[in-house]
């Protein structure tokens, strides 16, 4: 069963600190726009280009978007870069 959403944000990519760390993109209020602390599966677009992901809970009303490295090649941009995320659909 997936969920049609339209949530979009624009925010710059962050680095780990630790060797082979994550790259993440941060996504603010989260928790009250998508009504949950927990894990969200989702499915949209970064800069225009398609992708699926778990967004994780910080711990703050917040959710982190992990990039993979692929789709960091893809879009162009690497930490300190803003991208523009669009959620279209929640999955699961």
């Given at each position: ?9 624009t ?10 760390g ?36 910080m ?30 659909e929640?999955l699961?």
């Amino acid at each position: 069963m997936s969920t049609v959403l339209d949530l979009s944000f624009t925010a710059p990519l962050r680095q780990g600190d630790t060797p082979g760390g994550w790259t993440i993109v941060v996504m603010p209020d989260s928790g009250r726009l998508l009504g949950t602390r927990r894990p969200v599966k989702v499915a949209g677009e970064i800069d225009g280009h398609s992708f699926a992901a778990t967004l994780l809970p910080m711990g703050d009303g917040t959710h982190m978007v992990p990039i993979k490295k692929t789709l960091r090649a893809t879009v162009g941009k690497s930490a300190g870069e803003d991208v523009t995320v669009r959620l279209l659909e929640r999955l699961g």
